[in-house]
């Protein structure tokens, strides 16, 4: 049996108030026992800067440029890094030009290539979008090429066989059968892409949540760093939940065993049972309705 969905959010209400207690009972009693929470603002602190930072207009001018430079370099990278994962995987001659240099580049960090972006770009706004561009770049290269590799020849020799050419095969195998592996790569992406965003706007940035916790930061405002950081994981966790989300309802299509959280997998079952002594087959099938509606609550739920 599955958890009730109100009873989940009731949970994980639960573990995020005893997580604010606890933060507020150290913080509190400044305990110094080995790390010092006497140094940290409480949590009533960060709740009284985050009311007063809502009210203002340059927390939203901030919230607009970040999300503005993490979309705009996220969105390059996914087109760039599924064309050139596509590219590499299906073509040798592609692999032998690109490979050896997208090899050495990958393990760059890509928070390192803030000096070649100054120098590079005439403004620390596109230098900042190339940042985070590069950083969900190579994530989804790697996922994409390893996923359409792995996809079973048997797929194309059928599209072949049925006349169809090389844009038939990319649209009916290779791009619906790398999907699940391409999401993988775009959500890893957009979580390394915060990071680097973040990083970049406190080196070089002139607005953004990243370049403001670094103010609060050299001005000693310690309430207004931990409002910054908050702020970055509620939007780290808001893209990435779209971005699964996004990925499910795109691979609907996929056979999936009935996954509850916890650990435990159910095998599908037919939907219809054979009548036995002279029963409604409705009765029969509606527990495995039931069942069903259940594993996509469970899949979606966990998500949220």
Do not use: K
């Given at each position: 049996m599955t958890r009730r969905p109100l009873t989940r959010y009731a949970l994980r209400t639960a573990s995020l108030a005893a997580f604010l207690g606890l933060w507020q009972l150290l913080t509190g009693l400044k305990v110094d026992l080995w790390l010092r929470f006497s140094q940290f603002p409480t949590a009533t602190d960060v709740a009284r800067a985050f009311a007063g930072?809502?009210?203002?207009?340059?927390?939203?001018?901030?919230?607009?440029?970040?999300?503005?430079?993490?979309?705009?370099?996220?969105?390059?990278?996914?087109?760039?890094?599924?064309?050139?994962?596509?590219?590499?995987?299906?073509?040798?001659?592609?692999?032998?030009?690109?490979?050896?240099?997208?090899?050495?580049?990958?393990?760059?960090?890509?928070?390192?290539?803030?000096?070649?972006?100054?120098?590079?770009?005439?403004?620390?706004?596109?230098?900042?979008?190339?940042?985070?561009?590069?950083?969900?770049?190579?994530?989804?290269?790697?996922?994409?090429?390893?996923?359409?590799?792995?996809?079973?020849?048997?797929?194309?020799?059928?599209?072949?066989?049925?006349?169809?050419?090389?844009?038939?095969?990319?649209?009916?195998?290779?791009?619906?059968?790398?999907?699940?592996?391409?999401?993988?790569?775009?959500?890893?992406?957009?979580?390394?892409?915060?990071?680097?965003?973040?990083?970049?706007?406190?080196?070089?940035?002139?607005?953004?949540?990243?370049?403001?916790?670094?103010?609060?930061?050299?001005?000693?405002n310690y309430p207004g760093v931990f409002v910054g950081m908050v702020t970055i994981g509620v939007l780290g966790w808001v893209t990435s939940t779209a971005v699964e989300l996004l990925g499910r309802r795109l691979t609907r299509w996929l056979p999936r065993t009935s996954y509850v959280p916890g650990g435990r997998t159910r095998a599908a079952r037919p939907a219809v049972v054979p009548v036995r002594g002279g029963r409604d087959p409705e009765q029969h099938a509606q527990p495995e309705q039931q069942d069903h509606q259940d594993t996509e609550e469970a899949r979606d739920d966990h998500l949220v």
């Open positions: 930072r809502l009210s203002g207009d340059d927390y939203w001018t901030d919230l607009a440029d970040s999300l503005t430079r993490i979309l705009t370099g996220f969105a390059l990278a996914a087109v760039l890094g599924v064309a050139t994962g596509v590219l590499v995987a299906r073509s040798r001659l592609a692999e032998d030009l690109l490979g050896p240099v997208l090899e050495v580049i990958r393990p760059i960090p890509a928070i390192a290539l803030v000096p070649v972006a100054i120098l590079l770009f005439p403004s620390n706004e596109q230098g900042i979008v190339f940042i985070t561009c590069t950083a969900a770049y190579f994530p989804v290269l790697v996922s994409t090429r390893h996923a359409v590799r792995a996809l079973t020849p048997v797929w194309e020799e059928a599209v072949r066989t049925m006349g169809g050419g090389r844009l038939r095969i990319l649209a009916s195998v290779v791009l619906p059968g790398a999907l699940p592996g391409i999401f993988g790569g775009l959500s890893v992406g957009i979580g390394v892409s915060w990071i680097c965003v973040i990083s970049a706007e406190m080196i070089s940035g002139q607005y953004g949540v990243g370049y403001r916790t670094w103010q609060d930061y050299t001005v000693v």
